[in-house]
């Protein structure tokens, strides 16, 4: 996980308004929001690299609720077109989604179905699809 953060975090662009990290506080208020609990590795990917900007993908935030990527607005879209609600939305592309069961499990959601498509854990999705997808 450290050295996938150290990665993420070396590759991040520079933007004029840089993304901000959340506290344990907002995510809390996000678990209360959505009413269900943020599996462990999301719950660090959000407090220590939620504020990298990469590639094509936008992973989820929590920390500014205006955001286009902000975790409950996202999630709930998700779930109004049909994505089951154990699973929580990471990342919006179109109308799919690559979401995160309670194990940390990550799955591509799409067409209305889940996808043959699934890494063991957010970490392995990160280094995967987001890191390497990005090259």
């Known amino acids: 996980m450290n050295e996938i953060i150290e990665q993420l975090q070396s590759v991040s662009e520079s933007v004029p308004v840089p993304l901000e990290l959340p506290t344990f506080e907002q995510l809390v208020e996000v678990e209360e929001q959505i009413l269900i609990p943020l599996p462990m590795a999301l719950k ?3 407090l220590y690299a939620s504020d990298v900007i990469y590639g ?3 992973p989820v935030t929590v920390s500014d609720p205006h955001s286009h990527t902000y975790l409950p607005e996202v999630t709930s879209y ?3 077109i049909g994505m089951p609600r154990e699973y929580i939305a990471i990342c919006q ?3 799919s989604f ?3 069961d309670q194990e940390s499990q ?6 209305g179905e889940m996808q043959e ?3 063991e854990s ?3 999705w990160a280094e995967e699809v987001w890191l390497q997808g990005a090259k």
């Open 44 to 46: 660090e990917y959000l």
């Open 78 to 80: 998700a779930w109004s």
């Open 106 to 111: 990550v799955m591509l959601w799409s067409e």
């Open 93 to 95: 592309q179109g109308d």
């Open 117 to 119: 498509d699934s890494w």
């Open 56 to 58: 094509y993908l936008e």
């Open 98 to 100: 690559y979401c995160i």
């Open 122 to 124: 957010f970490w392995q």
